[in-house]
C-alpha cells in the first residue's frame, strides 16, 4: 500500500509539472515574457532524471578480467509552494535511485563453481528513496520558523554481497530499514540554493517493519530475547518477546542542504544531517551526507558523481562477526549516460 502512495505522488508530480507547462506557454504567449517565477502560480516544480549503462566484455583477453554490465537510474523531483502573500512555504523534495549489476557472462562457466551452467543474475548495486517535505513561516526575509518531516528507505529487497544467487534470506526491504525525522525548528535561508534548518526538538524514528529482521536487532532496534532453558535435542528455544519494529529517539537535529549550478552545466546538490540523541549529548553524532554531482556534456548526455557518507553508532554494519562493528558507511558511484531536467528551474 505505501508503495503505491509513493508511486502515485511521483504520477502527481508529473501530471502536475505537464499542466505547468501548459500554463506556461499561455503565458508566454500572451504576454511574451520568458521564464515563469514562484509568483506566478504559487508552485514551482520539476526535477532531473538520468540513467546510465555499461557493459564489459573479454575474449582471449590475455591480461584479464570478468565480463561486467550495470545500469542505474535516478531521479530528483521538486515542488515548491509559496501563496502569494508570501509569509509561509512548503517544500517537497524526493530522490529515487536503483541499480543492478552483473558480474560474469549470461551463465555461470566456472566448472569448479556448484552453480555452474546456472543463469548469473543481476544484483542490486543501488536502491534509495529520500522524502522530505518542511513548512515554514516568515519571521524575515532570511528567516522561518519550520516544521520538518523527512523518510530514508529504499524500494526493494536486498540480499548480503556474498548472496549473490540468494540461498538465504534478504537482510534487507522496503521500511525495513527506514529511518527519518519529525521536528520543529528554525530555517535560515541566506540564499535561494542554500538552506540551514536547526532544530532542538526532534524525534527521530527506525522502522524495521518484517519481523524477522526486527527479531535479529538489525539497524539499531532492541532484538528479540529468547529462553534457552528447554533446547534439550535440538529442540529451538522459545522465544519471549518480539525484537521491537519501530525505536523512537529525541535529540536535536541539523539539515544543511545546498543545490546549485557551480559552473557552466555543472550542478551540485549536497545534503547533511546530523542528529544527537539527548540521551548521548554530544556524543554519538548521527551523520548521512549525501552528495550529487551532475555535470552535462550535452542537452542529453551527462557525467554524474554520487557520494554518500553514513554514520550511525547504532547500526551494526556487519553482524556476522561478534560484538558491533561501527564503522562509517561510504557508497560511491561514477556514471556517463542520459540525462535531462523538466520544469521549472529552482
Not at 509559496?82 to 524526493?94: F, H, K, T, V
Not at 556534456?297 to 558523481?305: A, D, E, R, W
Request: aromatic share 14%; charged share 20%; no cysteine.
Amino acid at each position: 500500500m505505501t508503495k503505491k502512495i509513493i508511486i502515485g505522488f511521483v504520477l502527481f508530480l508529473a501530471a502536475f509539472n505537464a499542466n505547468a507547462q501548459e500554463e506556461d506557454v499561455k503565458k508566454v504567449a500572451a504576454a511574451g515574457t520568458g521564464l515563469k517565477t514562484i509568483n506566478d502560480t504559487g508552485w514551482i516544480k520539476g526535477g532531473f532524471f538520468s540513467t546510465n549503462l555499461s557493459n564489459t566484455t573479454f575474449s582471449n583477453w590475455a591480461g584479464g578480467g570478468t565480463d561486467n554490465s550495470a545500469l542505474v537510474a535516478n531521479s530528483s523531483l521538486f515542488a515548491i509552494y509559496r501563496p502569494d502573500s508570501m509569509n509561509a512555504i512548503w517544500e517537497n523534495y524526493l530522490d529515487l535511485a536503483y541499480g543492478v549489476i552483473r558480474n560474469g557472462g549470461n551463465k555461470v562457466t566456472d566448472a569448479s563453481s556448484q552453480y555452474y551452467g546456472k543463469k548469473n543474475p543481476f544484483v542490486k548495486n543501488e536502491d534509495k528513496l529520500v522524502f522530505t517535505s518542511k513548512y515554514g513561516r516568515r519571521i524575515s526575509d532570511k528567516l522561518n520558523y519550520s516544521a520538518l518531516f523527512n523518510l530514508n528507505t529504499q524500494m526493494f529487497q536486498g540480499w548480503a554481497k556474498e548472496d549473490v544467487f540468494r540461498q538465504n534470506n534478504h537482510i534487507s526491504n522496503f521500511m525495513a530499514q527506514g529511518f527519518g525525522y519529525l521536528s520543529l525548528g528554525i530555517d535560515y535561508k541566506p540564499t535561494s540554493y542554500l538552506s540551514i534548518y536547526v532544530s532542538p526538538v526532534t524525534a527521530k524514528y527506525t522502522i524495521v517493519r518484517e519481523q524477522r529482521l526486527a527479531d535479529l536487532g538489525l539497524y539499531g532496534v532492541r532484538a528479540a530475547e529468547y529462553d534457552y532453558t528447554d533446547t534439550a535435542g535440538g529442540k529451538a528455544p522459545k522465544k519471549t518477546s518480539n525484537g521491537e519494529t519501530l525505536r523512537k529517539e529525541l535529540g536535536w537535529y541539523a539539515n544543511i542542504f545546498f543545490k546549485k549550478d557551480i559552473a557552466t552545466n555543472i550542478n551540485l546538490q549536497s545534503r547533511l544531517e546530523l542528529f544527537n540523541n539527548y540521551q548521548n549529548f554530544g556524543q554519538h553524532i548521527d551523520v548521512n551526507w549525501q552528495n550529487t554531482l551532475n555535470m552535462k556534456v550535452n542537452k542529453y548526455i551527462s557525467v554524474s558523481l554520487i557520494n554518500q557518507l553514513i554514520y550511525d553508532y547504532d547500526v551494526d554494519t556487519d553482524p556476522t562477526k561478534e560484538g558491533k562493528q561501527i564503522r562509517i558507511q561510504l557508497k560511491n558511484f561514477f556514471g556517463v549516460g542520459f540525462s535531462a531536467k523538466f520544469g521549472d528551474k529552482l
